[in-house]
């Protein structure tokens, strides 16, 4: 009952932003029939070849392959065959995203769940895999959970510089930024956790570091893992930032009350899916569910 509650609750969310989409429409259309003698807007028409920047050559980092085995990082083929079910349902999870990233012209996507523990930065990471496998299109994954950061363990990587180094205003983007071995997939995160993450994520060095990933990398798409948003506020002060969000369940964690909450509090923003993990509708230990809103 749990996820058609989330169900339910999505579809009326998205009622409520098409009514309000709606609306909008409606006034902009009537300010404009009555605006007389108003400059046009400037149009930037430079193609995104023109407004790019030279790639640089990240830093490569390294993945430990036993480390993402014991995290169930579908790195290598081993891995994949141990996941069973949940490897093709990864790739299920891949095509329904893509889907949606394409059909909403989408290039930033956060990650999220309503609590810990739930698998969002598993799910975040294989996500990206899947994806960066296709060789279409960069990859970048940038980890903002900072107070507990987890995608560099998952991965056993250690970096020299890390992300809440860019955010502090000591280091560059380009430092931050790892090649990861695996073609067309790039990270940032932190291995310790950060004090003040918060107010961090406040400032301008989000928006600038996207900015820079668009021109170094045009066309790519960027995955962040956000903390849980019912544990902080840093999720809704990213989802501003981001063209939607996916939330990850998990089967017998996640609490009614709690998703309920999480769902309420992301109203104003896009949610484009529910992912269900751990469902008790396979076999399988750690299927994943994708449902669009």
């Given at each position: 009952m749990i996820i058609e509650r989330a169900i339910e609750l999505a579809r009326q969310m998205q009622e409520k932003r098409?009514?309000?989409?709606?609306?909008?429409?409606?006034?902009?259309?009537?300010?404009?029939?009555?605006?007389?003698?108003?400059?046009?807007?400037?149009?930037?028409?430079?193609?995104?070849?023109?407004?790019?920047?030279?790639?640089?050559?990240?830093?490569?980092?390294?993945?430990?392959?036993?480390?993402?085995?014991?995290?169930?990082?579908?790195?290598?083929?081993?891995?994949?065959?141990?996941?069973?079910?949940?490897?093709?349902?990864?790739?299920?999870?891949?095509?329904?995203?893509?889907?949606?990233?394409?059909?909403?012209?989408?290039?930033?996507?956060?990650?999220t769940s309503p609590g810990p523990g739930e698998g969002k930065t598993v799910t975040t990471l294989n996500v990206a895999l899947s994806i960066a496998r296709e060789k279409q299109r960069d990859v970048f994954v940038l980890d903002l959970d900072m107070r507990n950061p987890s995608a560099l363990k998952y991965l056993g990587a250690r970096p020299a510089v890390e992300i809440s180094e860019y955010f502090k205003g000591t280091a560059g983007p380009e430092q931050v930024l790892l090649?990861?071995?695996?073609?067309?997939?790039?990270?940032?995160?932190n291995r310790e956790p950060v004090e003040g993450a918060s107010e961090l994520l406040a400032t301008h060095k989000l928006p600038d570091l996207l900015a820079y990933i668009r021109r170094v990398s045009p066309g790519s798409l960027v995955l962040i893992d956000l903390p849980p948003v019912t544990s902080t506020d840093e999720a809704l002060q990213v989802a501003p930032r981001v063209d939607a969000m996916f939330l990850v369940v998990s089967e017998g964690l996640t609490?009614?009350?709690?998703?309920?909450?999480?769902?309420?509090?992301?109203s104003d923003f896009r949610v484009a899916g529910l992912i269900l993990n751990r469902s008790t509708e396979t076999r399988g230990r750690d299927y994943y569910y994708y449902y669009r809103s």
């Open positions: 098409q009514a309000e989409s709606r609306k909008a429409d409606g006034q902009d259309s009537a300010a404009a029939s009555h605006a007389h003698g108003a400059a046009p807007p400037r149009v930037d028409r430079r193609s995104a070849q023109q407004l790019s920047e030279v790639r640089p050559d990240f830093t490569r980092i390294d993945i430990d392959p036993v480390e993402c085995e014991r995290n169930r990082i579908v790195l290598t083929v081993d891995v994949k065959n141990q996941l069973g079910r949940a490897e093709p349902a990864y790739r299920l999870l891949r095509s329904r995203a893509q889907h949606a990233i394409g059909t909403g012209n989408w290039t930033c996507v956060g990650i090649a990861t071995g695996v073609d067309n997939l790039l990270i940032a995160g609490r009614r009350d709690s998703l309920t909450r999480t769902l309420n509090l992301l």
